[in-house]
């Protein structure tokens, strides 16, 4: 599952550069579907994963504001500084915790350590897939959402 | 992992539920990205699994052609098919084959079990994200993409 997570930022990173070519208006233009931007969705992105891994963590809410990161090299760097944390989180994750228990501040709901996990990774690729259409709107041949042929997996 | 098969097959469900109400040639319509109409996305979508499900097992490569499932009621009846083998499989699943390796008969590369679910999985949430963007285009809510919330967990 973990790899996932991998191919995830793989890919992530392969968006942040392709994007470079894009003006940042082009970048805010207000579309259908999504979070209505490309900004605005990549904010969504990193701000789902980083509020649940805090959730599951115990740790408080953080509360970002897209209007400061709207920009791609803003949320690239919000996007490194977050990682580096989860990264550390996810070198000490164990398939042991899978079932555990967790609640977080903007839920009554109970939720399982490994749902919520999995939760976070089909997130971001469900927005990756918005982002793919959006790329072709533009002219632009969008990054692979291949897991496959990644390098991810010793064979 | 395999719950994740289970959250994106309850997703197509919801999918094939709500499309009922949109007119077939609206379905068939050329659309920018994705396999270019919505009939033909879920389309690949099937094919990709079920392929990639059958080179796991050494089966032989299943041919068919969207041409002869392009209205929703025909892709309907071919993943309830399809998805009837494929729980069989799944079923069998354990851990232990994840980094057991394969090759399928479209492609030269070496790839383990493992890895090909995994890339499954992301392959459909991939392009159901893109449904969704076009689904808001029609005017519709989409379909949630939340893992969390199916009670696919016991908590």
């Known amino acids: 599952m973990i790899k996932l997570f991998h191919s995830n930022w793989i890919i992530r990173e392969e968006w942040f550069e392709l994007l470079k070519r894009v003006p940042n208006e082009e970048l805010l233009r207000n579309r259908i579907g999504g979070q209505g931007s490309i900004l605005n969705t990549i904010f969504h992105i990193l701000d789902v994963e980083y509020s649940w891994i805090c959730g599951i963590q115990g740790k408080p809410e953080v509360q970002v504001r897209f209007e400061n990161y709207n920009t791609l090299e803003q949320l690239k760097t919000l996007s490194d500084s977050w990682m580096q944390e989860i990264k550390l989180f996810l070198e000490t994750w164990s398939d042991d915790f899978e079932n555990d228990i967790v609640t977080v501040p903007w839920s009554e709901e109970r939720y399982t350590e ?22 072709r709107e533009m002219g632009i041949q969008p990054v692979s959402a291949n897991v496959i042929g990644r390098g991810l997996f010793v064979v």
């Open 114 to 135: 490994g749902e919520i996990l999995l939760h976070i990774i089909a997130h971001e690729i469900h927005h990756m897939g918005q982002l793919s259409i959006w790329a």
